[in-house]
């Protein structure tokens, strides 16, 4: 059974104009699609290692189903993370649980844009649920799967590859992650994903 690249749940152009209708097309239609797309064929060429018996293949596919396959992951949560006039604040247990591991919203958000912000080079700033330890974890993954928490699942997340904010922000990430987090986040999303994961 292949995966599938999931709809946008809002229109191209929803998101202007704090995310251009150019980048969010190119985005989603291309990059989002070519990880979807890597990622089967990569469980093609596992299916066929292993009827083989070839291990040795098997093990050189490892890096890229973890590559595509948090590559979709990621996305597909960073979407629907996103809404037209998004931003503000959580409320409920999402930011009691908030306000417990980082003092306050805005202790938060401060580490948020932080960790985002200095990702080296292409990757995301994550806000996880860690189901073992039980608390909510910042990190700032390099490409789409090295620095993070093995038992972490993502809440929030923002891409900071160059092609997620180059077209509109050029070299300013700063300016693009501040436009996701005080217009953009959708904070309902977040909060059913906490619920879903506790
Ligand atoms: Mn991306």
Redesign the pocket.
């Known amino acids: 059974m292949a995966y599938t690249l999931p709809d946008l749940p809002y229109a191209y152009d929803a998101l202007e104009p704090w995310y251009d209708k150019e980048t969010v097309t190119l985005?989603h239609d291309k990059?989002?699609n070519g990880y979807v797309t890597a990622l089967n064929a990569t469980l093609d060429k596992l299916a066929a290692a292993r009827e083989s018996g070839d291990m040795a293949a098997a093990n050189a596919l490892s890096k890229a189903l973890a590559f595509n396959g948090s590559?979709h992951t990621?996305?597909s949560v960073?979407w629907t993370n996103m809404k037209p006039n998004g931003g503000g604040e959580p409320a409920g247990e999402l930011m009691e649980q908030i306000v417990k591991d980082f003092g306050s919203f805005d202790g938060f958000k401060k580490q948020f844009l932080a960790a985002t912000n200095t990702v080296m080079g292409s990757g995301w700033g994550i806000l996880g649920w860690d189901k073992t330890l039980q608390k909510l974890f910042i990190v700032g993954s390099e490409i789409h799967m090295d620095l993070t928490l093995q038992g972490m699942v993502p809440l929030l997340v923002c891409?900071v590859?160059e092609?997620?904010y180059y077209l509109k922000y050029k070299n300013v990430r700063p300016d693009w992650t501040a436009a996701f987090m005080d217009h953009l986040v959708n904070w309902d999303d977040v909060a059913q994903r906490f619920a879903k994961a506790k």
């Open positions: 985005h990059h989002h590559g990621l996305h960073f891409d590859w092609h997620a």
